[in-house]
């Protein structure tokens, strides 16, 4: 619920997005793997009304409300203001959710004794427990989801190994304790609560290229891996600007191409459309002094203001200059901005935009609808997301996508698309390359399923010039949902056109994703009348298997598809978990029976894949896609 008060300062569509906003709190702490693969092999039942789940401390006080079936709504209430509760935590097991969490899938294992946050925040937060996507919902292996709908910061503490206990800033929370037969139940329950996902385009879960560098070099580029067999969907253009719209990122930071000039944007839009591709910007919830659109907005009270009642200003380290926030609690400042994304989208031709930022809503700001800055700062992900989503679907209805970094409960039923943030280049487990697939899928969990990691990384790390970690990030890529390579903060590195070896890796791995495309359309729907997400863990489709839930370094897209991405450097061989059923190597034809380790070759340019016998998935044969041997020396 939103805090006291709150509700009356919002308008009736904000109202509703606050409260799809409340309700998730997903928690999922465990034992350690040897302890949990000797735990029971069956998903319980548990009682969501016994008092020995949800125990109130601290003075909070609980009380039972009516419920659907599945679902026991508990009122928990603090005169103190600060809602306390703790979750009994049992040998064996495991939590998994609270959105998008790096590290390990599970938030056991190397987040086990840390201290986690619901208040979304920019940077990958494996080190200090904070998420750009965090959701208040919590899945346990024990048979049940904890959703928790509040807006206020919440903290769930996984440093006592007999419990978790969760605090919440505010008097008032509503709590959801979801069961079902199995984990999939919990999860079309949980999404029926917050909004289920959309279904993109077939394009917006295709093959997308980042090309920058001014109509010369972009078209050029394009030319050379269309020229080379590369099948792709989408360009994404993030340095191409349109003043009128607000659209592109016109700092440096890719050093080998520099920002380029687009004299006519609507024309280089036309132009790539003319070459058969979608074609994305960039976008995000700032405006900038000195640049198109700052002092109307300024002007015009559409901006976050400060105690004083001037702008609130604040460094911005990618312009070295100030930015100030759109105020999407002011409903004329929302008109007035949903116009340039409406105009960017109509007539520019846009199909879409990186949608960057707006986890840091100002906590010190001043608010056109009287909320605090601690209130503001979870729902403004939300609102921000809202205003596009309506902006770009009344220009071009299900014509586009905007994908994501930032999110909360209430965006899941409008994100067409999710990026994992800013991911360092190496194969550092918190921050680079393995922490990729464990953000899908703790976000893919709760409830955000059209995920494209950058290919590469964001952020320079010591891996620039690392072959081999660049070829095993092509390889996730192309088992994503969207397959999108990204030309980040980076001096020199490794990329799609630094030679004949990488293209015709990224080629390779390019059809391969295309070949995916009718299987991730059909997911696609599934998810949108279900809640089941693309990526899914080994639990979410044989939850009785204990080994399941610790195999976490491996994951099914769909139920057919078992992908073991090799996440650490020198590894030619890999160990894979079967889950039940007979499985297929893609590689080599032969089929395993399922629940049990199997040890297969894993050379660099190779990623290990099985496909479930005798599913028809369409992928092209392996020995078609043109593999190059030798990706790693060159």
Do not use: C
């Not at 609560?193 to 385009?201: F, K, Q």
């Not at 960017?344 to 700001?365: N, S």
């Amino acid at each position: 619920m939103l805090p006291t008060g709150a509700a009356s300062r919002l308008s009736a569509g904000t109202r509703r997005t606050a409260l799809l906003l409340l309700v998730a709190a997903l928690v999922v702490g465990g034992a350690a793997a040897s302890a949990a693969s000797r735990a029971a092999a069956r998903w319980p039942d548990v009682e969501p009304a016994a008092t020995t789940l949800l125990e109130p401390l601290d003075g909070t006080d609980a009380r039972a409300r009516p419920g659907s079936p599945g679902d026991a709504v508990v009122a928990l209430e603090n005169a103190d203001g600060a809602v306390t509760i703790s979750l009994p935590r049992h040998p064996g097991e495991r939590f998994a959710g609270l959105g998008e969490r790096f590290g390990t899938p599970g938030l056991d294992g190397v987040l086990e004794g840390r201290l986690l946050s619901s208040r979304p925040t920019d940077g990958t937060g494996a080190a200090n427990g904070t998420s750009y996507s965090p959701a208040p919902f919590l899945l346990s292996s024990r048979g049940y989801g904890l959703q928790l709908d509040t807006l206020a910061a919440a903290t769930f503490d996984l440093r006592e190994p007999g419990r978790v206990t969760i605090r919440v800033e505010a008097g008032r929370v509503l709590a959801h304790v979801i069961t079902a037969p199995d984990p999939a139940g919990v999860l079309a329950r949980r999404s029926a609560l917050v909004g289920r996902p959309p279904i993109p385009p077939s394009w917006g879960l295709g093959v997308w290229k980042s090309l920058i560098g001014g109509p010369t070099r972009v078209m050029a580029d394009l030319a050379t891996l269309t020229g080379a067999g590369v099948p792709l969907d989408a360009v994404w253009t993030y340095d191409l600007l349109d003043p009128d719209s607000g659209f592109g990122w016109w700092w440096p930071i890719y050093r080998p191409v520099a920002i380029g000039a687009y004299p006519d944007a609507r024309a280089m839009v036309a132009a790539l459309h003319a070459r058969g591709v979608r074609v994305l910007g960039y976008l995000s919830p700032f405006l900038v002094p000195g640049r198109p659109g700052f002092d109307e907005a300024a002007g015009r009270g559409f901006l976050v203001r400060d105690a004083a009642g001037g702008v609130h200003l604040e460094p911005w380290w990618g312009t070295s200059g100030w930015r100030a926030y759109v105020d999407f609690t002011n409903p004329a400042a929302t008109a007035w901005w949903q116009s340039r994304v409406s105009h960017a989208v109509a007539a520019t031709g846009f199909d879409g935009a990186m949608q960057d930022y707006a986890e840091d809503a100002p906590l010190d700001g001043r608010y056109a609808n009287g909320m605090t800055g601690v209130e503001v700062r979870a729902l403004y992900p939300v609102l921000y997301a809202r205003s596009a989503h309506v902006a770009a679907e009344r220009a071009r209805p299900g014509a586009t996508v905007l994908f994501a970094r930032s999110g909360y409960d209430g965006t899941q039923e409008i994100t067409t698309g999710h990026f994992t943030g800013d991911q360092t280049r190496d194969w550092d487990p918190l921050t680079g390359l393995p922490s990729v697939p464990a953000g899908m899928l703790s976000g893919s969990v709760s409830g955000w399923p059209y995920w494209g990691p950058d290919i590469g990384g964001f952020l320079t790390g010591s891996g620039e010039h690392d072959r081999e970690l660049w070829a095993r990030w092509v390889e996730v890529g192309a088992l994503s949902p969207v397959m999108r390579d990204m030309l980040g903060a980076q001096h020199d590195p490794v990329g799609v056109l630094t030679d004949a070896g990488t293209l015709s890796l990224f080629g390779a791995y390019a059809r391969l994703h295309a070949g995916l495309g009718p299987y991730l359309g059909d997911l696609a729907v599934e998810a949108h009348r279900t809640g089941l997400p693309l990526l899914r863990p080994l639990w979410l489709v044989d939850p009785d298997d204990p080994t399941a839930w610790v195999a976490d370094d491996q994951y099914l897209l769909g139920r057919d598809l078992l992908v073991a991405p090799v996440l650490r450097r020198g590894v030619t061989e890999q160990a894979v978990y079967l889950p039940a059923g007979r499985w297929r190597s893609y590689w080599t034809g032969e089929v395993f029976g399922g629940r049990r380790w199997v040890h297969v070759a894993a050379p660099v340019e190779r990623i290990p894949l099985f496909v479930r016998d005798g599913a028809r998935v369409g992928l092209p044969p392996a020995g078609s896609l043109g593999l190059p041997p030798g990706i790693a020396t060159g």
